[in-house]
């Protein structure tokens, strides 16, 4: 075994592998970039080595440095955790040349998969089923639009080098194919290097079950069991599962079977993950083959008990599988929920900013957080928005989704816009609990997941509304207590008036809208008033938990604040508002001008519309890139640019003005 090995990745996965071999009583050695010098996953490693700027390309996608720190250092072994090099076959090479032992699968395999087009054909002399689609080299656009039109929209497009979302797009018409292709390039070229795509049948309604396989060198190949990776945003995992719901055994062997028999067609070695389309009819299709530890990895050592970092080093160094197929149980139900920085209400559009304040669920056999930030640093646009992942474990699935929904309402972060409630509706929504699962879940139940009708929002702010009125009354007696004389009004605070009621006045922001509560203070409760609703409600507050009775409908929810805002959880969901406060009346931020305006921090990646020509309403102008990801800007109205504030390359703050827009003028007929 390794007495010391390098990690060349960051945040939660280079702590979680730092954790493993500590435990393994593997010294390790961390590698980070200038804006990671005061990362949590520096302050745990033994050594750490700076390999250069922020930008990845300018030190995590280095191959030579990272060489070089393995060199420095005396590691014997590199773990390239998920993403950066993890696929990178000239890493692996290079590693191999330079006598460091690469803690992953050999270069012959990390090619065989890196290209998503040659990797089909080998599965299908596999005999992995696999979907209809053009996986050729030829790569001229007419060629790819006729390949589709051949298989029939709707198709997808998909990197041959990709992984994780990025240079994939979906396309429904032959109009849309040329932009969303140039798109899928650029993006494919920024995150890879490689714009070479490849066309694929679009399953209208397919589940994302993968299956995590392991191999050594000594001939053995198994897997452990599988996980459902359906649920989806922008093609990139938000929860995940394991064992996948409602599989029949014959369907789960032979997927699994399958999967063993990819690994074995490139002799692989080590841990990766065989990914597949299932569709409504029971059939799978191959998708892909990632040769690495998978980001959610976590919810498969949760139900078999294995340490899958463990495996990987204990491969790496030349011994046999821990267990063979036979020996590998599977107990209970696990989910994942990827905590990001991001705004679900502005399509996830990723956020940046620093966590003020961020308090985890407490850890126990049932609940585990992967982390790699601390309170205090800083969420940037040059890596993945990602904060955390938040792993739970139960008996069965009804219950480990209990365990989920509980452990979100005890993750508080301030400073940075997150997901967390979103997830909370997700686990909390009828369609997931009843398995309803497919990779379009998020877009089909956008209402349910975003919004809420009448009869549930007049709950939502009696709700919000009896728990700020009772915050305001704890306050009252706190100040109280603190008064000598019990006979001075100031003490008082039963909000006594003589020959009229007490009232007190709310402003609420609540789903993009101000919410104004009139509200009646009764001997036992309060009248509320708003938006031609009238309502009593009553209750008791137990710290940041309320036990509200809202015209005889009796709940418990719990309440996180952050940033002067509030998330509100309760059994159907979660809900969001803040309190206006009369003296600070803020304007229309955004409102005024009409010039396009950059979504957050990023860097201009290209200029779609000639300065002075006219475009439509919704034309592409510029495309922006941050945090991995494309945005393409486009016309608020048909019109012209009159000027370019920005060329390709350049950073931009987030809101600034991007362009001088002029729109047409519109004339009364």
């Not at 961390?30 to 490693?45: N, W």
């Not at 990197?159 to 109009?175: L, N």
């Not at 008791?540 to 418990?556: P, T, Y």
Request: net charge negative; glycine share 8%; charged share 25%.
């Amino acid at each position: 075994m390794f007495s010391k090995i390098l990690v060349a990745n960051r945040g939660e996965i280079a702590c979680r592998v730092i954790r493993t071999a500590r435990r393994m009583g593997i010294a390790t050695v961390a590698v980070y970039s200038d804006a990671d010098a005061g990362s949590l996953h520096v302050a745990m490693a033994d050594e750490a080595v700076a390999i250069g700027a922020a930008p990845a390309r300018e030190s995590y996608l280095r191959i030579e440095r990272v060489i070089d720190a393995a060199r420095q250092t005396g590691a014997q072994a590199i773990h390239p955790g998920y993403g950066f090099l993890s696929e990178n076959a000239d890493f692996c090479r290079a590693c191999d040349e330079a006598g460091i032992v690469f803690i992953g699968p050999p270069t012959p395999a990390i090619e065989a998969m890196g290209s998503k087009s040659a990797a089909k054909r080998i599965m299908e002399d596999a005999g992995v089923p696999l979907l209809p689609g053009y996986h050729g080299e030829e790569q001229d656009p007419a060629l790819l639009l006729e390949a589709a039109e051949k298989i029939g929209f709707p198709v997808l497009l998909k990197a041959v080098a990709g992984g994780g979302g990025k240079g994939m797009r979906r396309v429904d018409e032959a109009g849309q194919f040329d932009e969303e292709l140039a798109a899928a390039c650029r993006e494919a070229e920024s995150s890879f290097g490689d714009s070479k795509m490849l066309v694929e049948k679009f399953l209208t309604r397919p589940r994302h079950v993968e299956i995590q396989v392991f191999c050594d060198s000594h001939g053995s190949g198994v897997y452990l069991a599988e996980r459902d990776c359906s649920i989806q945003r922008r093609h990139q995992k938000v929860i995940e599962e394991a064992p996948a719901p409602g599989l029949s055994d014959d369907t789960r062997r032979a997927m699994g079977e399958a999967a063993v028999r990819a690994a074995q067609a490139i002799d692989y070695r080590g841990a990766g993950t065989v990914e597949f389309l299932l569709d409504v009819d029971g059939a799978f299709y191959f998708m892909e083959m990632n040769t690495r530890l998978q980001v959610e990895h976590p919810v498969t050592e949760m139900i078999t008990g294995q340490d899958l970092v463990q495996w990987q080093l204990q491969v790496a160094a030349g011994e046999a599988l821990p267990l063979q197929q036979q020996e590998i149980r599977v107990d209970g139900h696990a989910f994942e929920a990827r905590i990001y920085a991001e705004d679900p209400d502005r399509d996830f559009l990723p956020a940046t900013g620093t966590l003020s304040y961020l308090q985890t669920p407490e850890e126990s056999d049932s609940v585990r957080v992967d982390t790699g930030v601390r309170q205090g640093d800083e969420v940037s646009i040059h890596y993945d928005p990602m904060i955390a992942k938040l792993i739970v474990w139960d008996r069965d699935r009804s219950s480990a989704l209990r365990q989920l929904a509980m452990a979100l309402t005890h993750y508080r972060v301030a400073g940075v816009t997150t997901n967390i409630d979103f997830l909370y509706n997700i686990a909390t929504s009828e369609p997931f609990r009843q398995v309803k699962l497919d990779t379009h879940f998020i877009e089909e139940h956008r209402e349910l997941l975003f919004q809420a009708d009448s009869a549930d929002e007049n709950q939502e702010i009696a709700l919000a509304s009896l728990f700020l009125l009772l915050s305001r009354r704890r306050l009252a007696e706190q100040d109280a207590v603190g008064h000598g004389d019990p006979y001075s009004p100031w003490h008082s605070h039963s909000g006594w008036r003589m020959n009229e009621p007490h009232r007190h006045s709310l402003a609420l922001d609540y789903r993009g809208r101000t919410v104004e509560v009139t509200a009646e203070q009764l001997p036992d409760g309060y009248r509320l008033f708003f938006e031609s609703v009238e309502v009593n409600a009553a209750g008791s507050l137990a710290g940041d938990s309320l036990h509200a009775d809202i015209g005889g409908f009796q709940q418990k929810l719990s309440f996180a604040e952050h940033d002067g805002s509030w998330s509100a959880y309760r059994s159907s969901g979660a809900f969001h508002f803040r309190e206006q406060l009369a003296d600070l009346g803020d304007a229309d931020i955004g409102a005024a001008g009409g010039n396009p305006r950059a979504p957050m921090n990023g860097v201009v990646v290209q200029l779609l519309a000639e300065v002075d020509s006219p475009v439509a309403a919704e034309a592409p102008l510029l495309v922006m890139e941050a945090m991995k990801m494309e945005h393409t800007i486009r016309a608020p109205a048909a019109g012209r640019v009159t000027e370019f504030f920005y060329r390709a390359g350049d950073m931009v703050d987030g809101d600034a003005e991007l362009l001088n827009f002029a729109p047409d003028q519109v004339t009364d007929p």
